[in-house]
Nanobody, 114 residues
């Protein structure tokens, strides 16, 4: 069983920045790919950014140029740096990982005030 623990979500003003972290319960290199998803109130969960084991990032159009997904190998953590935040970025952000199946974190709330 794999556990993913997110942290870093909080209330921030529009235009501000936040950094989310995800700590998996196993070596980060064992995952075929990892990523961040978000779920806004009344909307379906959507992909924000993903990262392959080889380090190739893919971003949703809505966050390109503003968000950066990265991996800290020494700390065994996945990160999402979010800049120039907008109210529409508000939602619960989930860490995702694939290793012989799908795994999700419990989510961390990000609220961007206008």
């Amino acid at each position: 069983q794999v556990q993913l623990v997110e942290s870093g979500g909080q209330l921030v003003q529009s235009g501000g920045s936040l950094s989310l972290s995800c700590e998996p319960s196993r070596n980060i290199y064992t995952f075929d790919h990892m990523g961040w998803y978000r779920e806004a109130p009344g909307k379906q969960r959507e992909v924000v950014a993903t990262l392959t084991r080889s380090g190739l990032p893919v971003y949703a159009d809505a966050v390109k140029g503003r968000f950066t997904i990265s991996r800290n190998n020494a700390k065994n953590t996945l990160h999402l740096q979010m800049n120039t935040l907008k109210p529409e970025d508000t939602g619960v952000y989930y860490c995702y990982a694939y290793f012989q199946g799908d795994y999700w974190g419990q989510g961390t709330q990000v609220t961007v005030s206008s």
